[in-house]
């Protein structure tokens, strides 16, 4: 029984290049924004299309058939969002005004475990009580 509830094999650095590779970033490390216009430029759609066989290799198959049937721009990004999760990244995304049409940009980051769940810190708290009217 897989551990992971999206994944029946862990995903493995060769297909992590070729979803970089499918959004025209170089590497896990690359800080670049893109935006959905970047994606049709790179033909994103198309590509992850192509991967779909080996993508499903991965999924467990009722994930699978969720996530890689009808591929759109928001389905490739949710699905590159969940390909790099296991590697301790993330994928954020910020609406941001470009020449006054709104649009997401969208950059890797790599998860720190403080940025997640930050410890709350007991903090020393004075409190006077005064009884004098």
Not at 30 to 45: G, I, L, P, Q, W
Request: proline letters at 5%; aromatic letters at 10%.
């Amino acid at each position: 029984m897989p551990k992971n509830q999206l994944f029946k094999i862990k995903p493995d650095s060769n297909i992590i290049d070729k979803l970089m590779e499918a959004f025209g970033l170089e590497g896990l490390n690359d800080t670049r924004y893109f935006t959905k216009e970047n994606m049709k430029e790179c033909n994103t759609v198309d590509t992850i299309n192509n991967l779909v066989e080996e993508l499903h290799t991965y999924y467990l198959p009722c994930k699978g058939k969720i996530y890689l049937d009808n591929i759109t721009e928001k389905k490739s990004i949710t699905i590159f969002r969940q390909f790099i999760k296991p590697f301790n990244y993330k994928c954020m995304g910020l609406e941001k005004s470009v020449n006054g049409h709104k649009q997401m940009t969208y950059r890797i980051l790599q998860q720190d475990k403080e940025q997640i769940s930050p410890v709350a810190t007991p903090r020393a708290r004075e409190y006077v009580i005064d009884f004098s009217v």
